[in-house]
């Protein structure tokens, strides 16, 4: 599928078939996470591929979001690893583990995958149930999978405003 009719076309799939994804799938979704580019070239991103019913249900009980895909990836980043901007006042964290995870919500779909990026939890809840290390912040889960029957885009995919609304050229 080309670039511009993937990013059309995804959605934020709400329910999922109990289909397993295939570990070939998973693997290209890590490596396309894997070569995304971050500041200064640190990847501080740290990627844990969740699919255990028992890691699962820790999930969901931190977020009523998560709609059911066999596998989550969390992307969380190394705080100690980041690159400090000019002033002190930001740091590439979560600009970077935000890239990676696009990456991977792109290459999901390039797989015939559906996903959902969820973010609607505690990220220091979420840790600490997954038992990652203090110096880690989670910054989104992916739910990935198929797509159950019936699932589908919400009525307002396809609604975005004009470029002019969102776009100054200066």
Not at 33 to 57: C, D, F, H, M, W
Not at 82 to 87: A, I, L, S, W
Request: hydrophobic letters at 40%.
């Amino acid at each position: 599928m080309e670039f511009k009719e993937l990013i059309k076309k995804r959605y934020s799939c709400k329910k999922y078939s109990d289909k397993q994804v295939e570990k070939d799938k998973i693997t290209a979704i890590l490596e396309a996470g894997r070569v995304a580019p971050t500041a200064k070239n640190l990847q501080e991103q740290r990627v844990y591929v969740i699919q255990s019913k028992e890691l699962l249900a820790k999930i969901d009980d931190a977020t009523p979001c998560r709609y059911g895909a066999p596998v989550v990836i969390a992307v969380a980043f190394d705080k100690n690893n980041v690159f400090t901007y000019p002033g002190g006042l930001r740091d590439s964290g979560i600009e970077d583990a935000t890239i990676v995870a696009t990456h991977m919500l792109l290459a999901a779909a390039d797989e015939g995958l559906n996903s959902c990026w969820l973010n609607y939890f505690d990220p220091e809840i979420v840790r600490q149930k997954l038992d990652l290390p203090a110096n880690e912040e989670v910054l989104m889960l992916l739910d990935i999978g198929y797509a159950d029957e019936g699932a589908g885009p919400l009525p307002t995919h396809e609604s975005r405003k004009e470029l002019k609304e969102t776009v100054t050229y200066l």
